[in-house]
């Protein structure tokens, strides 16, 4: 499935692969996120983080009535107060998708999969 947009010079289509790296490295930049979990966590194992190449797994997109509807499965970082961390993970992702492609969101849906202690180093 893709996204389509309409223009005064044609169609542009992406990928949902595009924009779930869009998503996975908008969200993985905030303050006490870990990593991007899997959306099917019993199946690809619980303590798997993603990797940039595996963001797909973690994000779902919807498309509905002409905007699209995000949703991020993420582990936060222990000690941080979760309803920031995914508040500030909504604006974020809305941010680089209006921004970066242009996209209008309906809604960014967070979800939280987990909670790690991160090692200090």
């Keep these: 499935m893709s996204v389509q947009m309409n223009n005064e010079f044609g169609t542009i ?3 949902n ?4 790296t869009v998503v996975g ?3 993985t930049e905030i303050f ?3 990593g991007m979990a899997s959306r099917k966590h019993v199946r690809d194992g619980l303590n798997e983080i993603l990797n940039r190449e595996n963001f797909s797994r973690g994000v ?15 582990i936060v970082s222990y000690g941080t ?5 995914s508040k500030n ?5 809305r941010y680089q998708l209006e921004n970066d492609l242009g996209i209008v969101t ?9 909670v790690r202690v991160q090692n200090e180093m």
Excluded at 81 to 85: A, D, G, H, Q, S
Excluded at 107 to 112: C, H, L, T, Y
């Design 81 to 85: 107060k979760i309803t920031e961390v």
């Design 32 to 34: 006490g996120i870990v």
């Design 60 to 74: 779902v997109i919807r498309q509905e009535e002409g905007e699209i509807a995000v949703d991020v499965y993420i």
């Design 106 to 114: 309906q809604s960014v849906n967070v979800f939280v999969q987990g």
């Design 25 to 27: 490295g908008a969200a």
């Design 13 to 15: 289509e992406m990928s």
């Design 89 to 93: 993970v909504q604006e974020r992702v």
């Design 17 to 20: 692969d595009v924009i779930s």
